[in-house]
């Protein structure tokens, strides 16, 4: 998987936290082991009563460990998206039961 990640290395991605968070950024680097460096990044906070709150994070470290699913974000799109009117549930964490 580090390896595919390698070429969206300087693209704007979006990272899924296996603690429900969501974190938006510039792709900085990746190692063997999936940690990723983000840049210019924020954590989208999801509510159902308000829009999305964005958190500035500026540059960020995120363990392999803790990265659920990653993608590239269509900056176009995400911009003329108005963040202030989308309603979710925040993302429940991750769960592993024996």
């Not at 296996?18 to 509510?47: A, F, K, M, P, W």
């Not at 709150?53 to 363990?63: H, K, N, S």
Request: proline share 2%.
């Amino acid at each position: 998987m580090a390896a595919a990640l390698k070429e969206i290395v300087n693209k704007q991605v979006s990272i899924l936290t296996c603690d429900g968070r969501s974190i938006v950024g510039q792709l900085r680097g990746v190692d063997q082991v999936t940690n990723v460096i983000l840049d210019e990044c924020h954590e989208r906070v999801y509510s159902a009563d308000a829009g999305v709150e964005q958190v500035v994070l500026g540059l960020y470290i995120i363990r392999g460990d803790n990265i659920a699913l990653i993608g590239e974000l269509d900056a176009d799109l995400d911009s003329k998206t108005d963040l202030a009117t989308v309603r979710a549930r925040p993302i429940k964490p991750v769960v592993h039961s024996l």
